[in-house]
């Protein structure tokens, strides 16, 4: 079948009329569309016109009608069409001071046990890396894992997973990928990174929203969202909107970056999402060549931060040249058993899972008796 362009998906679309009476192709509010293969994507951002901002819900009917006029086209499987906005950025509210209740989260259609964020204060600490190797490490210890790239600002789970092809729809639910035992899907699938989207907070929360919902993760013990780094009201409005059983923090050790890891920690607490635990990442690098410990970045530092905040640490990750570029190569250093990094990142997954089934989120192991 041929393929779809984005001049021909903008040609259906033009059939759209807002409620103003404007076409939806010629409006500001049409952002960040994405034709890939036979999926396409775009967000209506109310916030970019004066005619919608302060009643974003009157675009509800234009949505679906521009979400069913796409799907109706043989060429499209699947269309994602998100409505943001309405919500200047410094409106958005927190649980600790506003007068408008803070958004509920809502309950995925999916059956996901658990949530976890993996957040950091600041990007550059290896929260990605993390992320990844944390859900593999999650699956060889036989859970069922999921792997969300909520990192709008730089999506990497496509690269660090060498995820290829596009995601396949069937019926109006997107297929997750696999690699290395989990289920992923990225952002960077969803959206074109080349168009200029700035995302605000509500954008951000809706998305997400959508690929928790849309997504068929099928049963899932736990589904991992790697944040977009910060601590800005993109990150507080999706820890707000999306039903999380806890976080955990990524830092490096300098005291600059735990002074943002803390910031990290502060904003999932606002909104009551439960701290699982702070890793310190790049924590010491070991010399190869005569094994002496080097402590590039300052050392324990998150060790102590943790217990001055009474939260769980879950243990260092080495500055090491086999993370690097395993994460490089698209095959996780979590994949390869046996190796000490693997040990290292199953030695923090158990920790994580024991605070999800001290919290209730999962249920006990069961006890097998011989
Ligand atoms: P973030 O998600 O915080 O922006 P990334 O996970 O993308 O950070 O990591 C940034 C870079 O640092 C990547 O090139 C990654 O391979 C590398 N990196 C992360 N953790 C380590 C580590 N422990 N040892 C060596 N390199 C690392």
Known sequence: MTQIDRDQVLEILSKIEL????????????????????????????????????????????????????????????????????????????????????????????????????????????????????????????????????DVYGPSVQHLLKLSGEPEADGKMVQPMTASGIKAMTMGLLVDQSTPMIWRGPMVGSAILQLLNDVAWGSLDVLVVDMPPGTGDAQLTLAQRTPLAGAVIVSTPQDLALIDARKGIAMFEKVNVPILGLVENMSMFICPDCGSEHHIFNHGGAADAAAELSIPFLGALPLDMDIRTSSDAGAPIAAKLGSAQSTKFMEIAGQVLDQLEKSDALPPPRLVMA
């Open 19 to 150: 409620p103003d009476g404007t076409s939806l192709v010629q409006s500001p509010i049409l952002s960040g569309l994405s034709v890939r293969g036979d999926h396409v994507g775009f967000a209506m951002d109310a916030d970019q016109s004066e005619a919608f901002r302060s009643n974003p819900g009157s675009l509800a009917s234009a949505r679906a009608a521009a979400q069913s006029v796409l799907e109706a086209d043989a060429r499209i499987s699947k269309a994602t069409v998100v409505l943001t906005g309405g919500v200047a950025p410094d409106q958005v509210p927190t649980a600790a001071a506003s007068p408008i209740a803070p958004p509920q989260p809502e309950p995925p259609k999916n059956n996901i046990k658990a949530i976890v964020a993996v957040g950091s204060g600041k990007g550059g600490v290896g929260k990605s890396t993390v992320a990844v190797n944390l859900a593999i490490a999650m699956a060889q210890l036989g859970k069922h894992v999921g792997l969300l790239d909520a």
